[in-house]
């Protein structure tokens, strides 16, 4: 059974840091490119960041870049999202996604809100 399972989401003041985390399950994780997606309130679901199968390659989009990294211990099975100097319009749902030709799993979203 394939799972992909969050922890590390909820409140946090503006400035502040959250890591996310997303473990693996019930499929080869090293043939999946790993990628993180957010969602607000009224828009539409949005590529945060992505890392490669090995791990060699990321990028981000523009409004997290320098602040939020994206790493996968290959070991664990686990992808993660280091969020720092957050912002309140970084409050969203965030899913984990893996990604491949042989097939596409989400998470089941975790919340992150940013407020004072």
């Known amino acids: 059974q394939v799972r992909l399972v969050e922890s590390g989401g909820g409140l946090v003041q503006p400035g502040g840091s959250l890591r996310l985390s997303c473990a693996a399950s019930g499929f080869t994780f090293t043939n999946y490119a790993m990628k993180w997606y957010r969602q607000a309130p009224g828009k539409e679901r949005e590529l945060v960041a992505a890392?490669?199968?090995?791990?060699?390659?990321?990028n981000y989009a523009g409004s997290v870049k320098g602040r939020f990294t994206i790493s996968r211990d290959n070991a664990k099975k686990t992808v993660y999202l280091q969020m720092n100097s957050l912002k309140p319009e970084d409050t969203a749902v965030y899913y984990c996604k893996a990604d491949s030709s042989r097939g596409i799993y989400w998470s089941q979203g975790t919340q992150v809100t940013v407020s004072s």
């Open positions: 890392i490669t199968s090995a791990g060699g390659s990321t």
